[in-house]
């Protein structure tokens, strides 16, 4: 029996017409798809979209605070005091919020904003692009070419690559060198990534893979990236932050370390101690 | 051939082309500007940058109404536009319209708080105001974002000089020399501030009254051990910085110390 498999597997050869019109199609229609999509992507988005002017206010007030917390020792404490009481009050009233009178809603209101709907719709928009072109060609290779044998590999693989090589196909005694249509169009997807980057430059958009890792992490990223943030919420938390701050200024003992820099005193604090 | 490079740089052509027109401003040909800006405009027909550029050579013109005018539109289409609001400030400035240039620079700060640059210049603006304890806040504000940077620091110090604290003004030298090993300028400060600090303090010892006027007003003055050793330090350094430097230099340097 296994004599008999073993020579059937010696006498299988390919149809040269499969090569011609299956094996150099598919990968031919995967790189043209992918050129293409790369081009409407390109078309598709548009310039990003502005931000607002009070926007940007708002964000940079809060860095304002995260770097007086942050560098607080470089200056002197009276300069330090005056803009921790003014940072401080000013978040509190909301001084520097979008819009001061929806301080006390909650964020799900902040949904509403046109522009928080505007991103959503573009990321939706470049995920729906990825995904329809990849499952068109997957059930056109399904509809027409399931069950082809496509191409023979030049070299010896374990059985375990069966279930990579041969999707489709349910012959469990055929060697794992024969590639199976729709395993092709995997190899495809996945390796063509170097030749867009060799026709479209490094940076394109053509590149079907990464849809597939957008897909997976989608639930876990979209609520972060969907959900406008509270501002209100996180000035208030930076008030609390920079008000249990503690004020150091770093020139205290600058003296000591000038003498110990310039060699004139061996070790910092020496003379305190003695 | 200057086609050919041209064409082989690609896109990075038109930041070439940008820097041009910024260096044949300062060279006063405004026709190569000029005509650069045409190439440009040609190809971006209504982009914020070219507009921006378009304005400067108006400038250099010396049309400034024509590119307040413009600089004002680009900012009410886009308010975010930080290069259009910077040139507006700048407009100001070399109309010698301080105040209102400080007003304008204001406005924008309080929407760019992170833009250190700007903080500098409202402290330059304030400076040729003689108003002092403003342009510290500001200098106070660059040194937040840039602690690391010796010059900010030294400007700090001479202004906290100027301003007579001499305790921080102390402080903030000694920081100069020690982020830049043998800063000149900032040892000649460490010295002037140490000695004035110690002609100070012996004037305050004569008269009672005077010294709890001191120590009201500088309670970071360090001993008067400290003060002496560091302005020794201070003209040990100077000498052996000078004794590098060409003679005549030296000569005057030596003079000075030695008063």
Same mark, same amino acid.
């Given at each position: 029996m296994s004599g008999l498999v073993e020579s059937t597997e010696q006498a299988m050869f390919l149809d040269p017409a499969i090569r011609d019109w299956v094996l150099f199609p598919i990968t031919v229609i995967m790189v043209l798809v992918g050129v293409f999509r790369h081009q409407l992507t390109i078309?598709?988005?548009?310039?990003?979209?502005?931000p607002d002017i009070k926007d940007i206010r708002q964000g940079k007030a809060l860095m304002r605070g995260q770097l007086l917390a942050q560098n607080n020792s470089y200056i002197s404490a009276p300069a330090f005091v005056e803009r921790k009481k003014y940072l401080c009050e000013a978040y509190e009233e909301g001084k520097y919020l979008k819009n001061k009178a929806a301080k006390d809603q909650s964020a799900a209101n902040l949904m509403a904003d046109p522009k928080n709907m505007e991103v959503m719709m573009d990321g939706m928009k470049k995920q729906m692009m990825g995904?329809?072109?990849?499952?068109?060609?997957?059930?056109?290779?399904?509809?027409f070419f399931s069950g082809f044998i496509l191409i023979k590999l030049p070299f010896p693989l374990g059985v375990r690559f069966k279930q990579m090589l041969q999707s489709g196909i349910m012959t469990p005694n055929m060697d794992v060198r024969w590639v199976s249509s729709?395993?092709?169009?995997?190899?495809? +997807?996945f390796g063509l990534r170097g030749v867009f980057s060799l026709i479209l430059g490094g940076e394109n958009s053509a590149d079907g893979t990464r849809d597939m890792t957008a897909m997976s992490t989608m639930g876990a990223m979209g609520q972060q990236a969907g959900q406008p943030q509270d501002y209100n919420k996180q000035f208030l938390s930076m008030k609390d932050t920079l008000s249990i701050v503690y004020h150091e200024w770093d020139l205290e003992n600058i003296e000591q370390r000038v003498f110990v820099k310039y060699g004139k005193q061996a070790r910092l604090f020496k003379s305190s101690r003695k | 051939m200057l086609k050919r490079s041209v064409s082989q740089a690609g896109d990075d052509a038109w930041l070439v082309y940008e820097q041009i027109i910024l260096a044949a401003l300062d060279e006063g040909q405004i026709d190569l500007a000029k005509s650069v800006l045409f190439i440009l405009d040609t190809r971006f027909k209504d982009s914020q940058r070219v507009k921006r550029l378009s304005g400067l050579v108006m400038e250099a013109l010396g049309h400034t109404d024509?590119?307040?005018?413009?600089?004002?539109?680009?900012?009410?289409?886009? *308010?975010?536009?930080?290069? *259009?609001?910077?040139?507006?400030?700048?407009?100001?400035?070399?109309?010698?319209?301080?105040? +209102?240039?400080?007003?304008?620079?204001?406005?924008?700060?309080?929407?760019?708080?992170?833009?250190?640059? *700007?903080?500098?210049?409202?402290?330059?603006?304030?400076?040729?105001?003689?108003?002092?304890?403003?342009?510290?806040?500001?200098?106070?504000?660059?040194?937040?974002?840039?602690?690391?940077?010796?010059?900010?620091?030294l400007h700090y110090a001479e202004l906290q000089y100027t301003m007579g604290n001499l305790d921080v003004a102390l402080k903030e030298y000694l920081r100069v020399v020690e982020l830049s090993t043998d800063n000149v300028r900032g040892f000649y400060g460490v010295k002037l501030t140490a000695d004035r600090l110690m002609t100070e303090s012996k004037k305050g010892k004569s008269s009672g009254n005077k010294k709890d006027q001191q120590s009201n007003r500088m309670d970071n003055v360090p001993q008067q051990a400290t003060l002496e050793r560091l302005s020794e330090l201070a003209t040990e350094r100077l000498v052996s910085v000078y004794n590098r430097a060409s003679d005549t230099s030296k000569k005057t340097a030596e003079k000075w110390l030695k008063e």
């Open positions: 078309l598709m988005t548009g310039e990003p979209p502005k995904i329809v072109p990849q499952t068109l060609i997957m059930g056109w290779i399904q509809f729709l395993s092709w169009y995997f190899i495809n +997807l | 024509e590119a307040q005018t413009l600089y004002t539109e680009m900012l009410e289409k886009d *308010a975010t536009n930080v290069l *259009a609001s910077k040139r507006l400030i700048a407009l100001l400035k070399s109309q010698g319209q301080i105040p +209102l240039a400080i007003r304008e620079l204001v406005t924008y700060l309080d929407t760019h708080g992170n833009d250190f640059e *700007a903080w500098l210049e409202l402290s330059h603006l304030y400076l040729s105001q003689h108003l002092y304890p403003q342009a510290a806040f500001c200098l106070e504000e660059v040194i937040l974002q840039q602690p690391a940077n010796h010059y900010f620091h």
